[in-house]
C-alpha cells in the first residue's frame, strides 16, 4: 500500500513542478521584438503545418473539405467556423462518398 502512495505524491508533485516551471518560464518570455512576434505566430504555424501533412495523405475527400475549410476561412476570418465547416465537410464526405 505505501508503493502505492509514494507513486500518488511522486505524480503530484512532478505535476506540481512541470505547471511550476511553465508558470516560471512564461514569465521571462519576451513582450515584444522577433522572439515575441514568432512565439505568437507559433499556433498557427502548427496547425497549418498538421493540416499540410494531413492533406498530403488524403485523397478526394480530404483536399474537397480542405477547400471548404479554405472558403469558409477566407469569407469569415473565423478559426471556429472553419475548423466546424472542414469537420462537417469530412464526415460528410466520408459518410456519402
Known amino acids: 500500500m505505501t508503493e502505492t502512495w ?8 512532478a505535476t506540481f513542478a512541470v505547471r511550476l516551471s511553465g508558470y516560471l518560464l512564461g514569465q521571462r518570455l519576451p513582450d515584444h521584438g522577433p522572439w515575441a512576434r514568432g512565439l505568437q505566430a ?3 504555424c502548427l496547425i497549418l ?3 499540410t501533412y494531413l492533406l498530403m495523405q ?4 480530404e483536399w474537397a ?7 469558409v476561412a477566407l ?7 472553419t475548423m466546424a465547416a472542414g469537420i462537417a465537410a469530412i464526415c460528410l464526405l466520408r459518410a456519402y462518398f
Not at 75 to 81: I, K
Request: net charge positive; charged share 5%.
Open 6 to 13: 509514494f507513486l500518488i505524491f511522486g505524480l503530484a508533485a
Open 42 to 44: 507559433l499556433p498557427g
Open 49 to 51: 503545418s498538421l493540416v
Open 58 to 61: 488524403g485523397g478526394p475527400q
Open 65 to 71: 473539405a480542405g477547400t471548404v475549410a479554405l472558403a
Open 75 to 81: 469569407a469569415t476570418r473565423s478559426l471556429p467556423l
